[in-house]
């Protein structure tokens, strides 16, 4: 997708009002019928991953929308919030390949059929990467909006998180991971929660897992886990 296709998705985050954002995050699981409360969204190879590896990007960004077109006064079928993953081929430009991402109400991220697999450089432990999305699914429904909104010191202001970029480093790592399993590979996008610091003034810890789509349900597979570096505001292009 390109910037005039995101953007709305892109002005719709940006202008939702605060008391809102927690309505984004709950979607209709069409399986059993039971409204749920995000917590993965999905990107395949048939999907993206094979335009993304030959972009052969130097960063990824992760990007915030919301569909503009969906109910505010009752839950839709898939959450209002959508993510978008942007492939770069310059830390300081924003290129037009945007890759939308789509519910995994079933990713198996919180499950036992899926092992954690030993973390390699630039990747971030199983038992934090649970720890973030554990947070996030405990997190009470009124207190959902505090993790996407901090101050911001350089700015002296109150900000609502728009983006959050990978570093160099964790981007190559990120694609090596993907071209061990292609194709029969899925990049996962599991919402977190985590401490506050100095680098990160945002709640919101999003954490990327790669893992192969060969996996069963009741069968074993692992994950490899990657964490964000750089949340915009303070650090935008």
């Known amino acids: ?53 030959e972009i052969a990007p130097v960063s990824l960004r992760l990007f915030m929308g919301c569909n503009p077109e969906s109910s505010r006064e009752s839950i839709n079928d898939n959450p209002p919030f959508v993510p978008f993953l942007q492939a770069n081929r310059s830390e300081s430009q924003l290129e037009e390949h945007y890759f939308k991402m789509n519910w995994a109400p079933d990713s198996l991220f919180l499950e036992p059929q899926i092992k954690p697999a030993d973390s390699g450089v630039n990747e971030i432990p199983a038992e934090i990467a649970y720890s973030y999305s554990l947070s996030w699914l405990k997190t009470p ?3 959902l909006a505090e993790a996407f909104e901090a101050y911001i010191g350089s700015t002296n202001s109150f900000a609502r998180i728009k983006s959050c970029r990978f570093s160099v480093e964790t981007t190559q790592k990120i694609l090596e991971r993907i071209q061990e399993l292609t194709p029969n590979v899925a990049l996962f996008l599991h919402l977190g929660k985590g401490a506050r610091t100095p680098s990160q003034p945002f709640d919101f810890r999003p954490v990327i897992g790669i893992r192969s789509t ?6 074993e597979g692992d994950e490899h886990n990657f964490d964000v570096s750089y949340p915009c505001p303070p650090l935008c292009p």
């Open 1 to 53: 997708m390109n910037l005039t296709q995101v953007k709305p998705y892109l002005d719709s985050w940006n202008r939702c009002i605060t008391t809102n954002i927690s309505g984004l995050f709950f979607g209709l699981d069409k399986s059993d019928g039971q409204t749920k409360k995000a917590a993965s969204f999905k990107l395949e190879y048939s999907e993206g991953l094979k335009e993304i590896l």
């Open 141 to 143: 429904y009124n207190e």
């Open 214 to 219: 060969v996996v069963e349900r009741g069968g």
